[in-house]
């Protein structure tokens, strides 16, 4: 089973840049589909974007053309790089891992994004 841990949160101010940083141990991470995800007090969480094992890539709408997605197999590593940061990029942001044929995923803990002036 993947276990999964992200970092790389804080606070920036609008326009700036984050990269967020996803670590999974386990076996078999390139069947795993990574994506990060993200959620605000009150709301559902809400996917940001997803990475296969052979870089076919899907975006939400509101980060398209600002996000980028990219892992690492040999490492089994996932990165969010976030430019051109807004207000309401601000939320807790986690790593997600979901088996391509299997009924096993996992979530990592979270970690705080704040877009802040």
């Known amino acids: 089973q993947v276990q999964l841990m992200e970092s790389g949160g804080g606070l920036v101010q609008p326009g700036g840049s984050l990269r967020l940083s996803c670590a999974a141990s386990g076996s078999d991470f390139t069947a795993y589909v990574m994506g990060w995800y993200r959620q605000t007090p009150g709301k559902q969480r809400e996917l940001v974007a997803t990475i296969t094992s052979g870089d076919d890539t899907n975006f939400a709408d509101s980060v398209k053309g600002r996000f980028t997605i990219s892992r690492d197999n040999a490492k089994n590593m996932v990165y969010l790089q976030m430019n051109s940061l807004k207000p309401e990029d601000t939320a807790v942001y986690y790593c997600?891992?979901?088996?391509?044929?299997?009924?096993?995923?996992?979530w990592g803990q979270g970690t705080q994004v704040t877009v802040s002036s």
């Open positions: 997600n891992a979901q088996h391509v044929l299997l009924p096993r995923g996992a």
